[in-house]
T-cell receptor, first 112, second 121 residues
Framework: DAKTTQPNSMESNEEEPVHLPCNHS???????IHWYRQLPSQGPEYVIH???SNVNNRMASLAIAEDRKSSTLILHRATLRDAAVYYC?????????????FGTGTKLQVIP | SQTIHQWPATLVQPVGSPLSLECTVE??????LYWYRQAAGRGLQLLFY??????ISSEVPQNLSASRPQDRQFILSSKKLLLSDSGFYLC????????????????????FGSGTQLSVL
């Protein structure tokens, strides 16, 4: 399975942009890049996903490198409610995208 | 979108006692279902996943088992709990791969339940 690597933790000041990196150097051409976040004592929630092109939604933007070996989740203006663990995962087409594994994620701290 | 129901929210069980956690899904049919465990301050560990009724794939050998008696019901069980079984248990669902024929399933999002905090004492 292709794996992802993320920094263990990051800090951001409130109302400033945050760039959360993810490396996936062994990604295959049909692996989808998904981001989820987990607030304390809650289940993870979907943030955004993409395959090759950059993506935007109301929560965040996803910038995917041209070689797809890395991606960056962009929160345009961090708020205190964005403090969470952010997981970057690959949806692997092996066995029809059935198996879904998570790494340890990046814990984002937002400073008021 | 899908709704994942998990209960109970918290559970305290003595070592050696049995366990049964139930997860039910609304808003989709023929989903892929998952059980994850999260130790305090750690990431999500995939325990089991199921692509259909009666079909279970185990990722981690342990004293836990899973069953899928109905399309949208996923049960995590143990005959005798160990101290190391303590953790935050999460159920997740993904629409079946056949729903997104273009991507084959890679486009489908995971939906998670609110989790069960299990303490084995």
């Amino acid at each position: 399975d292709a794996k992802t690597t993320q920094p263990n933790s990051m800090e951001s000041n409130e109302e400033e942009p945050v760039h959360l990196p993810c490396n996936h150097s062994t990604i295959s051409g049909t692996d989808y890049i998904h981001w989820y976040r987990q607030l304390p004592s809650q289940g993870p929630e979907y943030v955004i996903h993409g395959l090759t092109s950059n993506v935007n939604n109301r929560m965040a933007s996803l910038a995917i490198a041209e070689d797809r070996k890395s991606s960056t989740l962009i929160l345009h203006r961090a708020t205190l409610r964005d403090a969470a663990v952010y997981y970057c995962i690959l949806r692997d087409p092996l066995w029809g995208y059935q198996k879904v594994t998570f790494g340890t994620g990046t814990k984002l701290q937002v400073i008021p | 979108s899908q709704t994942i129901h998990q209960w109970p929210a918290t559970l305290v069980q003595p070592v050696g006692s049995p366990l049964s956690l139930e997860c039910t899904v609304e808003g989709t049919s023929n989903p892929n279902l998952y059980w994850y465990r999260q130790a305090a301050g750690r990431g999500l560990q995939l325990l089991f996943y199921s692509v259909g009724i009666g079909q279970i794939s185990s990722e981690v050998p342990q004293n836990l088992s899973a069953s899928r008696p109905q399309d949208r019901q996923f049960i995590l069980s143990s005959k005798k709990l160990l101290l190391s079984d303590s953790g935050f248990y999460l159920c997740a669902s993904v629409s079946g791969a056949g729903r997104d024929k273009e991507s084959g399933g890679g486009n489908e999002k995971l939906f998670f339940g609110s989790g069960t905090q299990l303490s084995v004492l």
